[in-house]
């Protein structure tokens, strides 16, 4: 069928059939590289097995040729360690003693002022007194949060030290705290020294004693139920 059909075509005599050529493989050489090129290895070069930073500034370059002709020749000499920072001189440990300078000025520790020695702290204090059964800190606090009437006044009022004075009874005791006044009566079998001690100040300012006695004492938070008034200078006479 091939036959007949380049009969056809050509309409003469067919051409002999051409075998089909056999591939050939072609060897390419690849170019040299640049080790290749100069024809020196890295072994010829003297750089096998070298992990040496490479030099900066580099030997030949103009920075490090400035340099060198700006120093001078002493400059050039290369000092030891002990040259640029000698160590200090250290005592032996041997002969030390903790705590004490082995010379004048060669210790760290703050200079001693005085070779007094601290003085005793004061134990001594004031005398106890056995609080009443019911009569605690928590049962004062109980008896403030009931609602009782502790100040003894339906109204604040405004209190001058003469009338202040006035109430100095055991069964009427007021005094007059940083210009607050308050009705202690209720206060008294509660008093930690003391219904004595808390008398000393009844119908008078006791703003000094109170802060020279426990200072720490929130008396504001301790009386604030039984606030009166306010402590006012006395009125001019006419």
């Not at 009969?7 to 493989?25: C, F, H, K, M």
């Not at 000092?79 to 000698?86: F, G």
């Amino acid at each position: 069928m091939t036959s007949y059909l380049r009969s056809w075509i050509y309409g003469g005599t067919v051409p002999a059939e051409q075998p089909d050529p056999i591939p050939t493989l072609q060897k390419v050489s690849p170019p040299p590289s640049d080790d290749e090129d100069g024809g020196d290895t890295e072994t010829e070069r003297g750089l096998d097995d070298d992990d040496s930073p490479p030099v900066f500034p580099a030997l030949n370059s103009a920075q490090r040729a400035q340099s060198s002709s700006n120093k001078p020749a002493s400059s050039n000499k290369v000092l030891s360690d002990a040259m640029l920072m000698p160590p200090p001189p250290v005592p032996s440990l041997s002969v030390r003693t903790p705590g004490v300078p082995s010379k004048p000025g060669s210790s760290l520790l703050v200079p001693t002022t005085t070779t007094k020695p601290p003085p005793k702290p004061n134990t001594k204090r004031g005398p106890k007194v056995a609080l009443a059964p019911g009569f605690g800190p928590l049962d004062w606090a109980a008896l403030k949060s009931s609602g009782a009437d502790l100040r003894g006044v339906d109204t604040l009022l405004r209190i001058p030290p003469s009338v202040l004075k006035k109430h100095n009874k055991k069964d009427d005791a007021w005094s007059a705290f940083n210009g607050k006044v308050y009705n202690m009566t209720p206060y008294l079998a509660f008093h930690p020294g003391g219904e004595k001690e808390l008398m000393r100040v009844a119908g008078r300012d006791g703003t000094k004693l109170f802060a020279s006695t426990h200072a720490w004492v929130n008396v504001d938070f301790m009386l604030d139920a039984c606030l009166v008034g306010f402590l006012v200078p006395e009125p001019a006479s006419p």
